[in-house]
């Protein structure tokens, strides 16, 4: 039928997914339908204002700046683009909103946006989750759960109502096999997860909260249903063809390094 539009499953772009930020790889951020994004390590350095004046919500899953250091210059952008722009949400776990809070948005590393223009209407809505309890937004069911990296921290399920599509990004996380086992209980179509080193640094991989390629082995075999891709991401840009080798070596169907500007539909 002309004009309408009929959606057939989720798109999420990695406008970002790199471990370090050298030129050509910038951190970690991922759009879903342009609207809702997760992570925001590269908002106003590679989206045009366009895009960034179309984002609605974001949704961090920890404090590290690498996630979260675009927040304060969309919140800029957005506002001197349109002082009279309805706000846009960011979502997280209360105890991130509030590291937020004080150590960025704090009047002396940056102004507060989330009471500029006024308390009541701010530029930055900041709402807290709770862990396993879904919000909705758009036609998504969102659901932080427990990942395994330094302070508070969590990925995100997300759920498209109707056709039941899936996903999950884990934001950065080490080992954190009961969270892969409640979300291989039902099968996912995709998941992004952390592989931010290769074999030799499994030490250090494991001391600051992140995966290898034979980690992540150990990690998948833990859940129930096998996701449909398996997409590597937050890799050090220092190590890619090492962990590109690896995880080919690891011969498992569907999983991939992520490139940076890549779509994913299904
Ligand atoms: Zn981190
Ligand atoms: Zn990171």
Not at 163 to 175: A, E, I, M, V
Request: proline letters at 7%; hydrophobic letters at 40%.
């Amino acid at each position: 039928m002309p004009g309408v539009q009929i959606k057939t499953g989720m798109r999420i772009r990695a406008v970002g997914c790199s471990g370090s930020e050298t030129p050509g790889r910038n951190f970690a951020s991922y759009l879903l339908d342009e609207k809702i994004l997760f992570d925001a390590g590269s908002v106003t350095n590679l989206l045009d204002i366009e895009d960034q004046m179309k984002i609605e919500a974001v949704f961090i899953t920890h404090t590290h700046l690498d996630h979260v250091k675009c927040i304060p210059f969309l919140a800029d952008n957005v506002f001197l683009k349109d002082p009279q722009h309805k706000g846009i949400v960011v979502a997280a776990p209360a105890a991130i909103l509030e590291v937020l809070k004080r150590h960025i948005f704090n009047g002396v590393i940056w102004p507060d946006f989330t009471s500029i223009p006024s308390p009541e209407a701010p530029m930055l809505q900041f709402v807290a989750l709770k862990e396993e309890e879904p919000c909705m937004v758009n036609n998504y069911s969102i659901t932080p759960y427990r990942i395994n990296h330094n302070g508070p921290a969590v990925g995100y399920l997300v759920e498209e109502q109707g056709t039941g599509k899936r996903l999950f990004y884990s934001g950065d996380t080490g080992p954190a096999q009961k969270t892969w086992k409640m979300l291989g209980s039902k099968p996912l179509d995709c998941f992004l997860i952390d592989v931010s080193f290769p074999n030799a640094m499994e030490r250090q991989a494991l001391a600051s909260g992140h995966l290898t390629p034979s980690l992540l082995k150990r990690e998948l075999e833990t859940m129930q249903h096998k996701p449909g891709m398996v997409w590597a991401i937050h890799s050090k840009p220092f190590f890619l063809e090492e962990i590109a080798r690896e995880l080919e070596e690891l011969g498992i169907e569907n999983l991939g390094l992520l490139a940076q500007g890549q779509q994913l539909e299904f």
